[in-house]
């Protein structure tokens, strides 16, 4: 945890109780009908959380895309970061990408890049983003990236992932701590995915599966994690892991840095080095001038950093040739019934 979080999370923690209060009450407030929530005519599945930071949503997102190619969908993120301000954002129309990182945002640009075909767009208000989608683009259903506290759109499939290492941070809600709402907000959920389990954890992600259900009996527990792919170079070409240099300095800025630098190591990656930079880091002269630094002493032949990351980096020169390793979710077939089953039951 970054110090800057710690400090907030410290001087947070009286008001924690107000404001999962507030959360509840407006959660009761949807539940009761006091607020409406919009029907869109497609089934619509939302990808999200409970906790602030990573849990693996992007990636999920993509399995979800490539997973539901017939059904013609559409992905609406929020767009965090990005400069377009528009009601309606249209990174990607599914042929052409038409807004750059800065615009879109991250997120969305990367899932833009990685589907091709996939139309993607950004809106604050996910009721506007998905019916530009239906009216506009033809979706045949609707992927909400992020989308778990978005309540005022109706969703036929809820899913609430949680990273392994992570699980619910301090168990605390905001501003005291990790978690975005009371716990209590899980049972709006349709199923849990445990993401990023591996070896290394896997006797952790079973006593969160107990854990979860045995809280929330009859919301089924699914654990997910990552298949190594592949190396992308820098200028978008892909080669084989076993083609790549004998060594690496590995950076990145995410959210859970040493989760990546695991999976680097898990895939065979051998790491002379690593760097951890802030979350959503843009990589300007002065980051780039301290990784030059930082790694100036390595005897790595390359740098790799995650793919996410490689989008920022386009067109920085660097000291060294730069890749980013490329991964997919692994789910078992458990899972993609479930969603096809309750998508299909939706109509």
């Not at 168990?171 to 907000?185: C, S, W, Y």
């Not at 990552?226 to 950076?251: H, K, M, N, Q």
């Not at 990145?252 to 880091?281: E, M, T, Y």
């Not at 002065?286 to 995650?306: M, N």
Request: glycine content about 10%; proline content about 5%.
């Amino acid at each position: 945890m970054s110090e800057h979080l710690r400090l907030l999370y410290t001087f947070g923690r009286p008001f924690s109780p107000f404001y999962s209060v507030a959360m509840s009450l407006r959660a009761a407030f949807y539940q009761k009908g006091l607020f409406k929530q919009q029907r869109l005519p497609v089934p619509v599945i939302s990808v999200g959380n409970l906790t602030l930071g990573g849990t693996g949503k992007t990636p999920m997102v993509i399995y979800l895309a490539r997973l539901l190619a017939a059904r013609k969908p559409v992905i609406v993120s929020r767009g965090y970061g990005g400069r377009a301000r528009e009601r309606v954002n249209v990174v990607s129309d599914g042929r052409t990408i038409c807004l750059t990182a800065p615009a879109a945002g991250d997120e969305p640009f990367f899932l833009a890049e990685n589907l091709p075909g996939v139309p993607v767009l950004t809106s604050r208000n996910r009721v506007d983003g998905g019916r530009y989608a239906v009216e506009h683009l033809g979706a045949g259903a609707v992927i909400l990236d992020d989308g778990f506290q978005h309540l005022g759109l109706w969703r036929d499939v809820n899913l609430a992932l949680f990273k392994v290492d992570s699980f619910l941070g301090n168990n605390r809600v905001f501003p005291g701590g990790d978690m975005r709402e009371p716990l209590k907000a899980l049972e709006r959920a349709d199923c849990f995915v445990l993401t990023c389990v591996d070896e290394d954890n896997r006797k952790r992600a079973e006593a969160i599966n107990r854990a979860l259900n045995k809280r929330f009996a009859g919301i089924p527990v699914f654990m997910t994690g990552f298949r190594p792919l592949s190396l992308v170079t820098a200028d978008g070409g892909e080669i084989a892991l076993a083609d790549g240099p004998a060594s690496f300095f590995g950076f990145c800025g995410l959210a859970n840095p040493h989760s990546f630098q695991r999976s680097l190591q898990l895939a065979g990656i051998k790491l002379d080095g690593f760097q951890v930079f802030r979350d959503h880091c843009r990589y300007f002269k002065p980051e780039l001038d301290f990784l030059h630094k930082q790694s100036r002493g390595s005897a790595a032949q390359a740098y790799i950093t995650s793919e996410k990351d490689l989008v920022k980096l386009q067109g920085r020169q660097l000291a060294k040739p730069l890749y980013a390793l490329r991964m997919e979710v692994a789910a078992g077939e458990d899972f993609d019934r479930f969603v096809l089953e309750k998508l299909e039951s939706a109509g």
